[in-house]
């Protein structure tokens, strides 16, 4: 089946910094997915991108569709405590139910 | 609205008894699944449905069953329950299938001893 490679796995760093953090698949996706995951929560949709090359924002959160349509970016800008969590990219084929496979996941660490 | 509910939040299973985990949707959506999450990996989607009576197998089936009597719910039943079946589980649910994300429940997190 398809798979999606997620990097970094993890990264630690200082309040104000920005973040960036990747997602590439073996495979095409029609839409690509940002999720974050709060400690003991499910996970909530951030951003969604349904065409290549699209660059779409929701506040200091930045996505990108890659050209290719195999992969995809997020960057955070002036991070914040409240910016902990975990990270999941996750890419969709318009024709296959809406099923969505899952990156696993960029687990951020914000020191104040 | 409440979303995606999902019960129950913690149990704990011996090895070999059966549960069923609940979830129930209020936002009229078709499409909904079930996913697990291991520990430092992404969601692996078990069942997932496009309507009433219609269900079908996602990535990790075995072992599990599902039905889908009614638009709202979409319970998943475990029978002989694994230690490999110790995991999160998630619910998600979509209004369509075409390149719309999901709305999450906040997990069950069962453990099998």
């Known amino acids: 089946g398809q798979q999606l490679n997620q990097s970094p796995q993890s990264m630690f760093i200082q309040e104000g910094e920005d973040v960036s953090m990747n997602c590439t698949s073996s495979?095409?996706?029609?839409?690509w997915l940002w999720y974050k995951q709060d400690p003991g929560e499910g996970p909530v949709l951030l951003i969604a991108l349904y065409k290549a090359g699209e660059l779409t924002s929701n506040g200091r959160l930045t996505a990108q569709f890659g050209i290719t349509r195999k992969d995809s970016f997020l960057n955070i800008s002036a991070s914040i405590p409240s910016d902990v969590g975990i990270y999941f990219c996750?890419?969709?084929?318009?024709?296959?139910?809406?099923?969505?496979?899952f990156g696993d996941g960029t687990t951020l660490t914000v020191k104040p | 609205n409440a979303g995606v509910t999902q019960t129950p939040k913690f149990r704990i299973l011996k090895i070999g008894q059966s549960m069923t985990l609940q979830c129930t949707q209020d936002m009229n959506h078709n499409y909904m699944y079930w996913y697990r999450q291991d520990p430092g990996m992404g969601l692996k989607l078990i069942y997932y449905?496009?309507?009433?009576?219609?269900?079908d197998k996602g990535e990790v089936p075995n072992g599990y069953n599902v039905s889908r009597s009614t638009t709202e719910d979409f319970p998943l039943r475990l029978e002989l329950a694994a230690p490999s079946q110790t995991s999160v589980y998630f619910c998600?649910?979509?209004?369509?299938?075409?390149?719309?994300?999901?709305?999450f429940g906040s997990g069950t997190r069962l453990t099998v001893v």
């Open positions: 449905s496009v309507g009433a009576g219609i269900t």
């Open positions: 996750a890419g969709q084929l318009t024709t296959n139910a809406g099923k969505s496979t």
């Open positions: 495979s095409i996706f029609n839409t």
């Open positions: 998600a649910s979509s209004y369509g299938g075409g390149g719309q994300g999901y709305t």
